[in-house]
């Protein structure tokens, strides 16, 4: 969904439906861009809490003129992702000696890894827009009237590609 200057102004002016819908299309791409970045979940849902914050609190700054919202909101969470990444590090020297500390950390980051694998490989078997579709309903706890004016797309065909996106899933996973 592209962001209409208009949205962006009564944003700014706090109008709380047109920050509901800034929130709600940044934090989806933010996600997503910092989950492929990432690779992990918790990590990616973290620095999309810190950049919505950022993002609120700095709204205020956005000069609408420049027209490039989106090119904003990435060098948000282009900081924040450079952040967690060095406060990884951080953690790693600092339990380099700690061997068990080391070993649960890798664990799950194993974990997380297989799992953002199962995800991309369930992209692949039930396509992009029904991938799309489960993750804004599932992940994001969209409604389907949220998720049929975000993808542009008519209630009735949300629900259908939302109901083969779950067939789908459990064919592939063998449930």
Do not use: P
């Amino acid at each position: 969904m592209k962001i209409s200057n208009k949205i962006i102004k009564d944003a700014q002016y706090g109008d709380s439906e047109a920050l509901d819908i800034l929130f709600k299309d940044y934090s989806y791409f933010a996600y997503y861009y910092a989950l492929d970045i990432l690779h992990n979940i918790e990590d990616a849902e973290d620095c999309v809490q810190k950049s919505l914050n950022y993002l609120s609190k700095n709204l205020h700054t956005y000069d609408i003129k420049t027209d490039q919202y989106y090119g904003w909101g990435r060098s948000i969470i282009d900081k924040v992702i450079k952040n967690k990444i060095r406060d990884r590090k951080r953690y790693m020297e600092k339990y380099d000696h700690n061997e068990e500390a080391i070993l649960s950390l890798t664990d799950t980051n194993i974990i997380s890894n297989d799992f953002t694998c199962m995800l991309s490989q369930l992209e692949r078997v039930i396509g992009k827009e029904k991938y799309k579709i489960l993750m804004l309903k599932i992940e994001q706890n969209y409604q389907f009237t949220e998720i049929a004016k975000i993808m542009n797309l008519s209630l009735r065909t949300v629900k259908r590609r939302y109901s083969e996106a779950i067939k789908e899933s459990r064919e592939y996973f063998g449930e």
